[in-house]
């Protein structure tokens, strides 16, 4: 109880503060470096408030200086904080609701990420032409493709979006597996567990010589990695 308490208290001081850090800093992050050294340091404070030691490997299959879309798995909020502490630049393509959270709504937008509703198919789409142009601009985007946290860290079906998107840009799908989240904290609960969280990196998947039909062919194959990782039965 008190490490969750302590963790709380944590998240809501330094999300608090950086909300005019990031503001005053946006005129001299041109290429980015800014934002992503604020992002990394945020992450890697939340996973030290929660007593979580993070453990990646794979780094090596990121690519360099070219846009793609990294997919993972979403087992717990904690997955937010992994992601963010690793050392890479890339927009997140989330959820209309993350927008709407007080403070944290408001640095996800100074930090560029892209706003996704779920639920109404129009305003869905501007989010993906949204995403597009980020990608035409140089950007990586991040996609939690289940659309949501997994209550039993069991891998659930993929939405179509980001695989889609990956297919019309023909830029190449990164799997990443996240594995622990779960148990620090669970989808429902407010409780933080301290303990590991482990990120398996995988290589890339081209999409260059793909059409739009192969688009469940990508789906299963990128399920398929993220869910052998996983230790399911695939």
């Known amino acids: 109880m008190l490490r969750s308490i302590y963790f709380w208290i944590v998240i809501t001081v330094i999300t608090i503060l950086y909300l005019p850090v990031v503001a005053l800093s946006l005129p001299f992050n041109k290429r980015g470096r800014v934002t992503r050294f604020h992002v990394n340091t945020w992450g890697g404070l939340c996973l030290f408030a929660s007593g979580v ?12 200086d070219k846009p793609q879309i990294l997919m993972s798995n979403h087992q717990s909020m904690h997955d937010i904080f992994a992601l963010c502490a690793l050392p ?8 209309k609701e993350l927008f709407k959270v007080p403070i944290f709504g408001c640095l996800l937008y ?19 032409d949204a995403a597009q142009a980020k990608i035409q601009s140089g950007a990586s985007i991040m996609i939690f493709p289940e659309g949501t946290r997994s209550y039993d860290g069991r891998l659930q079906p993929f939405k179509k979006g980001g695989f889609l998107l990956a297919l019309k840009k023909k830029i190449p799908i990164v799997p ?3 594995k622990g989240s779960n148990e620090i904290m669970k989808k429902g609960t407010m409780k933080v567990h301290p303990g590991d969280i482990d990120i398996i990196i995988d290589e890339p998947i081209e999409t260059k010589d793909l059409r739009v039909r192969d688009r469940r062919d990508l789906v299963q194959k990128v399920y398929d990695i993220i869910s052998r990782n996983l230790g399911e039965d695939v």
């Open 53 to 64: 030691k993070l453990r990646v490997t794979g780094m090596e299959n990121i690519i360099q």
């Open 88 to 95: 890479l630049s890339y927009k997140w393509l989330a959820k």
């Open 110 to 128: 100074m930090i560029g990420c892209v706003s996704v509703d779920r639920f109404n198919p129009q305003k869905a789409k501007k989010g993906m």
């Open 176 to 178: 990443i597996t996240i």
